[in-house]
């Protein structure tokens, strides 16, 4: 019953919203249903929703990893309805558009594998890298880790500093394999140690790969393979993305160079963690499986300064 301008201040004025514990037999009548929820809500809600007919959009990780034994072993518990992580599709639109077309359950991306992925998307797709040894050093703001109330995300203990964490293995790395991978067509393989800025949004990934093709022309490539995708900004040679100017959009900006001219190609990506991370890319899916415009609601601008 707490109204949701409680929590969200911005929104008084605007909407007259309270929250209310989920009843399956209402959200059975939707057309479509988003779990913005933690980790093992929707892989015990949505198989009854989904037998109802209606169709769900999963914002948290429940059906991002297709296999089962991975998932457990990733997120510390059995996977509550296993039989349907195989009709799941991931919510990438960029690689996915037709089949969340006519999908029933879309799991929405991770924040840090949205990054990684479209930043590799291009090389992958046309075999230029190798891809057992790629890298991936990303950068996320404090909001990632939700509203939890933890020393680590206290002002005092982030204010004037930049650390690594999960070094040894971050829950996203299975995730982020099996996208480049089913991209690839083969088994990649991803050293990706993710950082914490003293900044509340917006997520920065720096890649690395050796080509396998020296020479392409990498700056026409990514132009030429986004050129049609509304919501993914290839800069200029020379231009480099900054958090600060995808803040409150659903955009990713990439830039691509060779430094030195030598064999290592290096991706630079930034996103809002929230947004293009989270709920606008939910909001994309959402387009795309009613036939919408696939921007509607979405051409919001970065907010900067």
Not at 36 to 58: E, F, K, S, Y
Not at 154 to 168: G, H, I, M, N, P
Not at 240 to 259: E, F, G, H, L
Not at 268 to 296: C, R, Y
Request: one cysteine or more.
């Amino acid at each position: 019953g707490r109204r949701v301008d409680d929590l969200f201040p911005n929104l008084r004025g605007h909407y007259e919203l309270c929250y209310s514990n989920p009843d399956v037999q209402e959200l059975a009548a939707c057309d479509l249903v988003f779990f913005a929820t933690p980790h093992n809500v929707a892989m015990n809600l949505a198989p009854q929703l989904l037998a109802a007919g209606a169709r769900v959009i999963d914002l948290s990780a429940d059906y991002r990893i297709r296999d089962a034994a991975k998932w457990s072993q990733w997120y510390g518990e059995p996977h509550a309805s296993p039989e349907l992580l195989s009709d799941a599709v991931y919510g990438l639109p960029e690689v996915n558009r037709e089949r969340i077309a006519s999908a029933t359950l879309v799991a929405c991306p991770g924040c840090y594998p949205t990054s990684v992925q479209l930043g590799f998307l291009p090389l992958l797709a046309n075999n230029l890298v190798d891809v057992s040894g790629l890298i991936a050093s990303s950068a996320s703001g404090v909001s990632g880790a939700g509203r939890q109330a933890k020393v680590d995300n206290l002002l005092s203990e982030l204010t004037d500093s930049f650390k690594a964490y999960a070094v040894q293995g971050h829950r996203h790395l299975p995730e982020i394999e099996q996208g480049l991978s089913d991209v690839a067509g083969t088994s990649a393989e991803l050293t990706f140690v993710p950082h914490l800025l003293p900044i509340i949004r917006g997520i920065h990934s720096t890649l690395f790969a050796q080509l396998s093709e020296p020479g392409t022309d990498l700056q026409s490539l990514y132009e030429s393979f986004y050129i049609n995708e509304p919501f993914v900004d290839v800069l200029p040679s020379g231009n480099y993305p900054q958090t600060r100017t995808v803040k409150s959009a659903n955009r990713c900006q990439i830039s691509v160079a060779t430094p030195q001219d030598r064999n290592t190609v290096v991706v630079l990506v930034a996103i809002d963690n929230l947004v293009k991370g989270a709920s606008g890319q939910a909001v994309q899916n959402m387009n795309i499986m009613l036939g919408l415009p696939e921007t509607m609601g979405l051409n919001g601008i970065g907010l900067l300064p």
